[in-house]
């Protein structure tokens, strides 16, 4: 056997080692699961003679999955690309270009994502008269996607259907459904209910998957949803050689229907499983194991273990208490500026989690101030942006003419004269003649009081076809090329001039370049696959680490990810835990939260900032929220407990630090390091204006300082800009010039 086995610990070696039948790997965070599951791959193929094709791994986001693809490669070299390493998602789109059309579906369907959904879910709505302030677009796609995670088809969900509110959902639902099916489209959810209902309906395409897949991965299981454990359970069903990896705690997706039970209740599943607990931890110093640890035996509902780490103690966890967010995420700015000018670290070394998207506003503001260069994982994706979206809708509709939605977004865009009114005659004749909108569009000279404008739109419609034809002779580039000029929508957005439209423009440009990258590394590179590849893009897949920014995210988003410092802002009951989860009364929502605390804990690699706020605004209301229930959970000596009041004013050492924190906190809102209040001036660093001078600043333009005064390694200087107001910025990391 191999020598590289030999550098797996005990636990990492029996995994590898064993193969054949069920086996649930428990993997703690940090614990090296991917090295597992790579080098188990790895054993198949060199020591127990499997073919690579025999070989599905499947994880839950592109970019482990191109991680675990990669280290496959290096690994196993020659044939691994017979392997498939893939997600769920892009596992079922594999299966179903080959066999969707058995059960009624063209084999060039299209992918939609949230944006599209929610606009087919409004033409339901205005279809069937469904009152849109009674009736969240949101909560009604939200409620249809949880039908389909339990396979529940709409006559399933029409039959169960007892509350008004569900006989309405049901009826947008059955809409929802059919008109999908008429544009040719799935959404994400159908990618896996489709799979499975072809797997159910085609046995032999079910046996021939079965025969093809004799050994299967699953990372992260403790994330999967009941369709997912129902596609895994069919493809697996015949040789059982089965192999789950997960973290019942870190099972933080509940609210995408994420099934904890499924990893819980593995034995029971396959009652002869075996079961092998990783419990070293190579990321974390122990003392944030510690705290990890601490927090998450909490939880009651979970497999039992401990992570053990050989790494050094590391700095104790940095609580803070500040006044409110403003000064918690000033604090941050100003730790992370200690940290470059006198630790020398990056800015990509630190990670600001938060519990929602909306604490991020104030830390961008004082990041901004601070110029401190950031990132947010989770906001805007590249392909949500209006003109990608727009540019890839013609992409679509030269694809596929009966997906509506893309037709409808593109039909006026740039402008060409075809109005509301319009459109709304054409769709209505293509929902009473029962034909999609695109063919409805070809028949404009049938569509009565239409004289203005069907040749308008016969110009649009020819204009369609002619690329449908030239792009058998077009390279993907070319083709999209070709539509950006005959449309002339570049032309109109450098008309325009302004920054913005300089700045989609140049997202165009980005696009051209993934269309380019595409075709170059594609052996047969289509626009059918173009365009599901980026269907199936997450934002989080387009994060690079070696990127020299701070991050901002959720933990939710945080999870798979590791930084060597991490803050977690925000550290206060009825915000994390959240308001809902304290007030439910079901244990099970607290315990979510509190592994969700957990996966924030673990992806510290060195440093650990816990941050709360004595008030803050949330909602437009001040808020006085008590100390988070986790910062309780956590014993005393593993926090840096240096604060500006007397020693007798702190916490008795003896007494645990759980009982203790918030009555102290109260009385001192503003907690910091000793000594924080003397600011010695930087001796190798001088300024060249002073009080009263004028200084440009690049983003800010032209102000007047205000005042100076020494800030640790730098200056902070106070400048009016006319422009923006007052502004408190460090001097060297602003760049201050005399103007």
Known sequence: MDKRYDSLNKEQKKAVLHTEGPLLILAG?????????????????????VAPWNILAITFTNKAAKEM???????????????????????CVKILRRHIDKIGYDRYFTIYDTDDQKKLIRDCMKQLNVDPKQFKENSILSSISSAKDKLLTPKKFEKQAYEYRDQVVSKVYTMYQDRLKKNNALDFDDLLVKTVEVFRLCPDVLSYYQDKFKYIMVDEYQDTNHVQY???????????????????????????????????????DFRNAEVIKLEQNYRSSKNI???????????????????????????LINYRCLQNEQAEAEFMAGEIIKGIESEGRDFKDYAILYRTNA???????????????????????????????????????????????????IINVPRRGIGTTTINKVENYAYNNDVNFFDALCEVSQIPNMTRSSKKVEAFT?????????????????????????????????????????????NIGELISKLTEYENNEEEPTLNGFLEEVALIADIDNYNEETN?????????????????????????????SYMSISSGQQEDIEEERRLCYVGITRAKQKLYLLGANSRMIRGMTQYNQVSRFIREINNELFDLEYTKPIQDMPNEKTSFRKNAHSFLKSNPYVVKKNANKMPAPGDFTLNYEVGDLVKHMKFGIGEVLAIQPGGADYEVTVNFPSAGVKKLMARLANLKKA
């Open 29 to 49: 965070a940090g614990s090296g699961k991917t090295r597992v599951l790579t080098h188990r791959i790895a054993y198949l193929i060199e020591e127990k003679k």
């Open 69 to 91: 693809r990669e280290r496959v490669d290096n690994l196993v070299g020659s044939g691994s690309e017979d392997i498939w390493v893939s997600t769920f998602h892009s596992t």
């Open 230 to 268: 129902i596609f895994v359970g069919l493809l697996a069903s015949r040789y059982k050689n089965l192999c789950v990896v997960g973290d019942d705690d870190q099972s933080i997706y509940r609210f995408r229907g994420a099934d904890i039970s499924n990893i819980l209740d593995f034995e029971k």
């Open 289 to 315: 194991l510690e705290a990890a640890n601490q927090v998450i035996s909490n939880n009651y509902g979970r497999k039992n273990k401990t992570l053990y780490t050989d790494n050094e103690s590391g700095d």
């Open 359 to 409: 604490q991020s506003r104030v830390i961008e503001e004082r990041f901004i101030l601070n110029n401190i260069p950031y990132k947010i994982v989770g906001g805007t994706s590249f392909y949500q942006r209006k003109e990608i979206k727009d540019i890839l809708a013609y992409l679509k509709t030269i694809n596929n003419s009966t997906d509506d939605i893309a037709v409808k977004r």
């Open 462 to 506: 020819h204009f369609i076809r002619t690329l449908r034809v030239e792009m058998a002779t077009m390279s993907l580039v070319d083709l999209t090329n070709e539509v950006i000029e005959r449309t002339g929508y570049v032309k109109e957005l450098e008309a325009e001039g302004t920054d913005e439209a300089h700045g989609r423009i140049d």
């Open 549 to 577: 920014v701070v991050v901002l995210m959720t933990m939710h988003s945080a999870k798979g990810l590791e930084f060597p410092c991490v803050f977690i802002s925000g550290m206060e009951d009825g915000l994390f835990p």
